[in-house]
């Protein structure tokens, strides 16, 4: 008996020692590619289970609610990183797909189940994604598609028209159209995306013009303070204060977005042989190497710091949104290393550190292996949370782990196959009209049809005017003569004449037009008749609620500057503004969690103690 009960003792012990330790769904090892390929293939299935628009029915691009467009556009980048890493197309041909059919009808992803609430930085994720598929050479769509350069190219453009210096001397908007709330506001990402993909096509093109658009987005981030000395990037202000209401949230993508687009600056500084342009470049990419570390990395130092989204991670308010940024910060890390390498030793580590505690905490949902947000400081224990955003981030900082064995980005020297076009989305007239990009730009037959109709509509409304008057005529000559008869044929005021006793026996007139009167006086007023819904009768969209609001109050309409030209004899873009008299810069969507956060109090991104 006292064996069987030691037995039991130990049996007992066993259990609750193993229970006091999480079970891992994964066994990964960052320094085995095998491994890693392995963790990424699983980590992968799980984010395309979430993604349904393959599907019979469902729209070719889009991610299910609550996920915004920007972010299915994020996710294709995801999907191509996946093979670029890997070299598994399982999702090559649906990642395609996706990224085609929201290209919209001027190749400038700009389609119309979207534009009328997208934004600057929307936009951009597409484009960026389209970057990746040209430098990595991802596998190219038909002659008669769009091709990936271009409509990386055609991002650029349309931004680059955008361009408004009426207010704050320059910089993008975070809206593109002058209804939605964040119109006013000019935000970091909006200008990350834009510099990232000027200076990433400034490396693929060899073109000047795109190196000069990067620089003059730089110099206006820091300019209006976006960037500061210690290279740490704040969100954006409201453009009725010049841009001087900064708002001080910091969110890890728009430092990652920089990082890349100043990595890209030095590859092609060198290659021009711009030896000051590229040391310039070099400090800048330190510097903002630095300012990730210190703000975007939990932990004592380098050997054992964890990514962590610290605006809102720690006080466990990241929205949808926010909830996949650090996905994109992985992302960009790694790509940092290939253009410039002596970061290497300190990314990797930092991205190992990140992956390893990523992995460890992917033990939630049916399957036992979802991942959840929070990766640093939480012993490896799941947060409770799913989503897009989660699986993401943990495949791409675990697939960046395998950046040293990736190939350069390639060229159009270099090996690089996909085409491209300098003038591409120059056919998007209303890349900034929303009513003219809808129905496309006016040509010689729209003016002479309109022209046509307009003729039509004047004779009708003239032979209206001469029926009425003439309608008219008959009952004032009654009423002066009530006992002569109608004129023959006219029957449409024989009930005028009609005469009854009523009271005191006068005959009683029915005036014209009571009826129709008093029927008008009685209707009430419905969504039909409103200006809103009349409005939606003309295809124009009612003002939109804000997508994502950020910490500002109205909209300011204002015109913008007129687009960009471009000489595509010469493979030159031109432009009407001088690149070398400006720059650019800091955030994307304003968290409507961050709204009311700590009631004003604006929390340190450096304190780490989770206050």
């Known amino acids: ?20 330790y999480p079970i891992f769904a994964y066994e990964f090892d960052a320094q085995s590619t095998d491994s890693i390929r392995d963790v990424a293939k699983q980590l992968a299935a799980d984010l395309i289970s979430m993604y349904n628009g393959n599907q019979p029915g469902q729209t070719p ?12 556009g994020a996710l294709m980048g995801a999907l191509i990183d996946y093979w670029y890493y890997t070299g598994d197309t399982t999702y090559n041909d649906i990642t395609q797909q996706g990224m085609l059919h929201q290209v919209g009808p001027y190749n400038d992803f700009m389609p119309p189940n979207q534009t009328l609430t997208e934004g600057n930085d929307d936009q951009g ?17 038909k002659g008669d598609q769009p091709q990936w350069l271009a409509l990386a190219q055609a991002v650029f453009n349309t931004q680059a028209a955008r361009w408004d210096t009426q207010y704050c001397n320059g910089g993008l908007r975070w809206q593109i159209f002058t209804w939605n709330n964040g119109f006013n506001y000019k935000n970091s990402i909006s200008q990350a995306c834009f510099f990232n993909l000027a200076a990433r096509l400034a490396v693929y093109t060899g073109n000047s ?74 400090e800048r990419v330190d510097g903002l190497l630095n300012s990730t570390e210190l703000i975007f990395f939990f932990g004592d130092d380098v050997n054992d710091k964890v990514m962590i989204e610290i605006a809102c991670e720690p006080v466990n308010l990241c929205d949808v949104d926010q909830q996949s940024f650090k996905a994109y910060l992985s992302r960009w890390m790694a790509a940092t290393t290939k253009w410039a390498p002596w970061t290497f030793d300190r990314i990797k ?39 897009v955003g989660q699986q993401m981030a943990a495949m791409e900082v675990v697939l960046a782990n395998m950046i040293e064995e990736a190939k350069l980005p390639v060229t159009n020297i270099t090996g690089g196959t996909s085409v491209g076009n300098p003038a591409a989305g ?21 003016r002479a049809g309109a022209a046509f109709v307009t003729f039509v509509v004047l004779v009708v409304l ?52 009571k009826g129709i009167a008093s029927e008008e006086s009685s209707g009430t007023t419905t969504r039909e008749n409103t200006p809103v819904m009349a409005a939606h009768s003309f295809g124009l969209p009612p003002r939109q609620a804000p997508k994502r609001k950020p910490l500002s109050i109205s909209s300011t309409t204002s015109s913008l500057p007129s687009p960009m030209q471009v000489d595509a004899a010469n493979d030159q873009p031109h432009t009407h503004h001088d690149p070398s008299s400006a ?28 206050r």
């Not at 890349?431 to 037959?445: A, F, L, T």
């Open 349 to 387: 580590q930092l991205l190992r550190n990140s992956a390893q505690a990523a992995v460890k905490q992917c033990t939630g949902g049916d399957n036992g292996r979802m991942c959840g947000l929070k990766w640093a400081n939480n012993s490896g224990q799941w947060d409770g949370t799913t989503g």
């Open 209 to 282: 013009t795109y190196a000069d658009w990067a620089i003059k987005t730089w110099d206006w981030m820091a300019g209006v303070e976006f960037i500061d000395d210690t290279y740490r990037i704040y969100d954006g202000a409201t453009v009725e204060n010049n841009c001087t209401d900064l708002t001080p949230y910091e969110f890890s993508y728009n430092v990652g977005a920089f990082l890349l687009g100043a990595a890209a600056m030095v590859e092609y500084s060198n290659k021009a042989g711009k030896k000051d342009d590229a040391s310039l470049w070099h």
């Open 125 to 141: 994720f597409w484009g960026m994604a389209a970057m990746s598929a040209a430098e990595y050479n991802f596998q190219n769509p």
């Open 426 to 446: 120059g056919s998007d007239e209303g890349r900034v009209d929303p009513v003219e990009w809808h129905y496309g730009p006016i040509d010689n037959g729209d």
């Open 583 to 610: 720059s650019i810069g800091h955030l994307h969507r304003q968290p409507k969690d961050l709204r009311h956060h700590r009631h004003g109090f604006i929390w340190d991104p450096t304190d780490h103690n989770g």
């Open 462 to 513: 003239l032979a209206a005017l001469v029926f009425m008057l003439s309608d008219e005529i008959t009952p004032c000559a009654q009423k002066l003569d009530p006992t002569a008869p109608p004129k023959s044929g006219n029957t449409r005021n024989r009930s005028a004449n009609a005469v009854g006793a009523q009271g005191n026996g006068n005959p009683v007139l029915e005036e014209k037009g």
């Open 61 to 72: 691009g889009l991610l299910p609610q609550p996920y915004y467009w920007w972010e299915a």
């Open 1 to 20: 008996m006292p064996s069987l009960l030691r037995k039991a003792a130990t049996a007992v012990a066993v259990w609750l020692l193993l229970a006091s």
